[in-house]
């Protein structure tokens, strides 16, 4: 399989990767996952340094863009297409010492419902997931640095975590791949502008 890398944050590496995949399809792009994301900085919003602000922001909610935008006229020109974005549980709401994260992610659902809203009648559905946190290597170096910011020993973090969702678990990759799978399936065909939690329960609106 042919594989395209680029810097999500640079619109010509973008175009330019989007164009090649496209043209190694037959010039067509039926599926897109946004799933590039970064963690964030971990600070107050009375500490945060703009040039971190706008790197998460550049990252999160711009590249999806750019990626997004550079994908559009290929699923126009053949009339359907899914695009599934990974958005996060703090899309939905409030996390201390994250504002630069959670604002992205927050963002990230007015992306897609707008995207869904523009698209439709070009039959092309726009759907994200909001995971809670995933079992790997991501959410364990993401909880460390909330115990250190929080001042608070890990196990605590990782114990408040996994209490909050009624499963008393962290979610496994598979289960938000599954439910990425489904919203670009024939299945999920009536479904768009939409933000499926998965969550173990954390979240249930």
């Known amino acids: ?3 395209f890398s680029l810097h999500i944050r640079d619109e010509e590496a973008v175009n330019h990767s989007v164009e090649g995949a496209a043209s190694f399809f037959d010039d067509r792009i039926d599926i897109l996952v946004n799933n590039a994301g970064f963690n964030g900085h971990y600070n107050l919003v009375k500490d945060i340094r703009l040039s971190d602000w706008r790197e998460t922001l550049e990252i999160n909610l711009t590249g999806t863009m750019l990626v997004t935008r550079a994908v559009l006229p290929f699923m126009i020109a053949a ?12 899309a939905r709401r409030g996390l201390p ?17 707008t995207l ?18 995933i079992k790997g ?24 975590w996994t209490n909050a969702a009624p499963m008393r678990r962290f979610i ?3 289960e938000v791949v599954r439910t990425m799978m489904f919203l670009c399936s024939a299945e999920a065909s009536a479904m768009t502008g939409q933000a499926l939690n998965v969550t173990g329960g954390f979240l249930m609106t």
């Not at 869904?116 to 946190?133: D, F, Y």
């Open 1 to 3: 399989m042919q594989g």
């Open 79 to 90: 009339r359907s297409g899914a695009i599934v974005t990974t958005a996060s549980n703090v």
């Open 97 to 113: 010492f994250r504002a630069d994260y959670v604002c992205s992610k927050w963002a990230i659902l007015g992306l897609t419902q």
């Open 116 to 133: 869904a809203r523009e698209n439709a009648q070009h039959n092309i559905r726009v759907n994200a997931v909001c995971p809670g946190p």
């Open 137 to 160: 290597d991501r959410i364990e170096e993401v909880m460390a640095n909330q115990a250190r910011v929080e001042g608070k020993p890990l196990e605590e973090i990782r114990n408040e």
């Open 172 to 174: 496994e990759p598979e």
